[in-house]
């Protein structure tokens, strides 16, 4: 079976946000979904929407959305940063590295890791007079549930492979002895 995705407008594509849950649950199983002449881009969800297998489309819609994110911020340098110092660093003299110091996969030339909580943070002196980009700007976020996007949005300073192995296992359970304490303790270290 096969589903037809038209785009001609904004409202068409709240309607697909509002039945993506439907379009990735075990009732589409067996179906292929393919563009008919949108107007507006959709092609990374109907991508995501085709792959079935779980754990390829969660790593696909990852990438996909760090790589949108980093085109986005390309030319951009929000944090000012120059010899390892943020704007606001240089004023106070005292660590390096800016808000990412306390990350373990901070290496000489910036993140080791490709971690989507961390490229879509700037404190609020950085995001002074930019436009940042918001989950609304990124619609294949909805492809993911609520309680994966709750974990994308707060899993700090993790490798892309530990956040990869948390939205797939998606458990109450697990949340509960993995992310939650690391949530927690993320927000102790955002308080000094």
């Not at 507006?40 to 991508?47: A, F, G, R």
């Not at 085109?71 to 951009?76: A, E, H, R, V």
Request: include cysteine; aromatic fraction near 14%.
């Amino acid at each position: 079976m096969k589903i037809a995705i038209s785009i001609h407008s904004i409202k068409d594509l709240n309607k697909l946000k509002h039945r993506l849950f439907l379009y990735r649950s075990i009732f589409c199983l067996f179906v292929k979904f393919y563009d008919n002449n949108s107007l507006i881009p959709v092609d990374n969800i109907i991508n995501a929407l085709n792959i079935k297998n779980r754990k390829k489309r969660i790593t696909y819609i990852y990438d996909d959305l760090c790589k949108k994110i980093d085109i986005y911020y390309q030319d951009k340098n929000i944090c000012q940063f120059e010899h390892g110092k943020c704007f606001i660093q240089k004023q106070k003299k005292k660590y390096t590295n800016g808000c990412c110091r306390r990350c373990k996969y901070v290496g000489p030339t910036g993140c080791t890791s490709s971690n989507f909580a961390c490229k879509m943070f700037y404190c609020f002196s950085a995001a002074n007079g930019y436009t940042l980009l918001t989950e609304k700007d990124l619609p294949l976020l909805k492809c993911l549930s609520i309680r994966q996007r709750f974990i994308l949005r707060h899993d700090f300073f993790s490798a892309r492979e530990e956040v990869i192995k948390d939205l797939w296992w998606e458990s109450i359970f697990i949340n509960l002895f993995r992310i939650y304490p690391r949530f927690i303790s993320n927000i102790i270290l955002k308080k000094r």
